[in-house]
């Protein structure tokens, strides 16, 4: 399973950064290639919230996302729009 978003790291050291929890050592590719999975799943899942939920929240969510300067959709080894 891959763990995918931000986390804000151990709790004595909090540092906003994108999650990691590989079992065990992939190369670059491999991770890559896991990130563009899990990326091209919960793309049609965020489509079904965003016609579920009325738009002035997705909207309100949106613009919190673009506010804090946080991407959408990206992971540590795939950023926003790859």
Do not use: Y
């Not at 004595?12 to 994108?18: K, Q, R, S, T």
């Not at 929890?21 to 990326?39: A, G, H």
Request: hydrophobic content about 40%.
């Amino acid at each position: 399973m891959v763990q995918a978003g931000l986390n804000m790291g151990p709790w004595h050291a909090h540092v906003l950064g994108w999650a990691k929890s590989f079992t065990k050592n992939l190369n670059s590719e491999d991770r890559i290639m896991q990130d563009q999975e899990v990326i091209s799943a919960m793309s049609p899942m965020w489509n079904l919230i965003q016609s579920a939920v009325p738009l002035e929240i997705s909207e309100h969510v949106m613009d919190c996302l673009k506010e804090e300067s946080l991407p959408t959709l990206a992971t540590r080894d795939v950023k926003t729009g790859e």
